[in-house]
């Protein structure tokens, strides 16, 4: 029987469990307990690194809305601008993105075809439409990161690498978990938070709670030198349908197929096809020549069924606290998905970058089905 000698161990140690950890850390005894010899090897350190406001959907919208001011006042983002693309054939489909989003808030705006010349140079004449997001930027992933390891570190957050969670006991009689280690170490919590990215529902099995059906969806990305150079003030390119995207990095291009890929967690690694798919589809909208596939990688996305994250007390486990399933946009609404869930687990009120948020739209509870 462990003593409950933290208030919080957050499993996973990438920007959900950095960002959730240092929040909690003002108020609360905190450990962090990360599987690899680092924090930010898995999804965290493979991000294509931008702040969209559309990105990931309405449902996500307030998230990345919320957590826009905290990253601009870090000197975490860097203005970009966004296009989406589309050609003739697509106009249905940029004209619902632009219902999708009409009341939320963000900023979309139609391009002209000269327009769209002017931002993507040497793009094909069959690319004549498209919506700018004007506000879209690049943000520091490492630096947000390793801002959010720095402020565990200067609140005395015990951090714990090398330190794959096997087990999770909860003792009804306290209420307390033991939180056992593959060395078979074991740590005593108050509460449990899950902030495994690919594995939380491999967590939440190895603490006896039903998984929520979160999903690792596999993304590619490759680093092109293309001729002429990618300008840096090229902005991010995406197709409205959802077929790719690129951006300008130091001088060479990132461009992924925007693939989602089901796959078991795991350290996830790019495939050839999904390359010289992104290729062959890149080459359809610009013409420029690809002269070195630089370095490729790929990484896990993890989806709820429904798309948005979790964060929220178990609906049937007490004490056990999901924070998982950021999808693709788990970077650009980190501050603000951090504060929502400290202010939950630490009874605290919402304040200026969350009054907004209506919390019960991501709670674990939109899952539990009742019987008729
Ligand atoms: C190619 C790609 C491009 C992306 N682009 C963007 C983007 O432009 N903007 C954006 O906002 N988001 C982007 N994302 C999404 C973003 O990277 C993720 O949403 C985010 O990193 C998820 O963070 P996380 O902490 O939940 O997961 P992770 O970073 O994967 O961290 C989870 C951690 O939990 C640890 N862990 C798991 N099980 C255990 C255990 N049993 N014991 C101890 N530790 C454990 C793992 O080792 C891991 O370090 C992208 C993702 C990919 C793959």
Redesign the pocket.
């Known amino acids: 029987m462990p003593d409950g000698s933290y208030d919080f161990a957050v499993?996973?140690?990438?920007?959900?469990?950095a960002s959730l950890a240092a929040e909690l850390s003002a108020h609360a005894k905190v450990l962090v307990?990360?599987?690899?010899d680092a924090?930010?090897?898995?999804?965290?350190?493979?991000?294509?690194?931008?702040?969209d406001e559309c990105?990931g959907g309405p449902g996500v919208v307030p998230l990345t809305l919320a957590s826009g001011q905290y990253l601009r006042d870090g000197g975490f983002l860097t203005p970009r601008g966004a296009v989406h693309l589309a050609r003739d054939q697509d106009l249905a489909a940029l004209s619902e993105f632009e219902q999708t989003f009409a009341d939320t808030g963000v900023t979309i705006e139609r391009l002209t075809r000269e327009q769209i010349a002017a931002k993507v140079p040497h793009v094909r004449d069959e690319w004549r439409h498209a919506v700018w997001e004007p506000a879209c930027a690049d943000?520091d992933v490492a630096g947000l990161h390793q801002h959010y390891l720095k402020i565990m570190r200067q609140r005395s957050v015990d951090l714990a690498c090398c330190?794959?969670?096997?087990k999770l006991k909860r003792y009804p009689d306290t209420g307390l978990w033991a939180v056992t280690l593959e060395s078979g170490e074991t740590y005593g919590a108050e509460r449990v938070v899950n902030?495994?990215?690919?594995?939380a529902d491999?967590?939440a099995l190895?603490g006896g709670v039903k998984p929520l059906g979160i999903a690792p969806m596999r993304?590619?990305?490759a680093q092109l030198r293309v001729s002429p150079e990618a300008p840096d003030d090229l902005p991010l390119v995406l197709d409205i349908n959802g077929g790719f995207y690129f951006k300008p990095e130091n001088g060479r291009l990132w461009l992924?197929p925007h693939d989602e890929i089901p796959s078991e967690p795991c350290d996830a690694a790019p495939e050839e096809i999904d390359v010289a798919r992104a290729i062959e589809r890149f080459e359809a909208v610009v013409d420029w020549q690809i002269e070195h596939v630089e370095r490729r990688w790929?990484?896990?996305?993890?989806f709820a069924p429904d798309r948005l994250p979790v964060y929220g007390y178990d609906a049937e486990v007490p004490g056990f606290y999901w924070f998982?399933g950021?999808?693709?946009?788990?970077?650009?609404?980190a501050p603000a998905a951090a504060r929502l869930a400290a202010q939950e687990l630490l009874g605290l009120s919402a304040d200026a970058m969350t009054s907004g948020i209506e919390r019960a739209r991501y709670a674990p509870q939109r899952f539990v089905t009742t019987d008729a």
């Open positions: 499993v996973g140690a990438g920007i959900a469990g307990l990360e599987a690899e924090p930010g090897y898995h999804a965290t350190g493979r991000s294509a690194a931008f702040w990105y943000i330190a794959r969670v096997a902030a495994a990215g690919a594995w491999a967590l190895a993304r590619t990305v992924s790929a990484g896990l996305r993890s998982a950021q999808g693709g946009f788990g970077i650009q609404t």
